[in-house]
């Protein structure tokens, strides 16, 4: 959303209130893309299963590899 300077208002309360309700969008946007994000990484999870990069030491053979 772009704010033009040439319409914003000049009373000192009227701005307050539209930092404040920028302020709610803001964290109400922030808070739905933490959410999506969560919501994505479990659809992933679900779809591909872990990585196997994240595995990490866990991951151990049962035999050993000769070189």
Request: proline letters at 6%; glycine letters at 6%; zero cysteines.
């Amino acid at each position: 959303m772009a704010l033009d300077p040439a319409t914003l208002p000049d009373d000192v309360d009227a701005l307050k209130r539209l930092v404040v309700g920028l302020t709610r969008e803001a964290v109400h946007a922030s808070t739905l893309i933490e959410k999506l994000r969560g919501e994505l990484a479990r659809l992933k999870r679900a779809r591909f299963g872990t990585s196997s990069e994240k595995l990490g030491p866990r991951l151990k053979l049962s035999t050993p590899i000769e070189v």
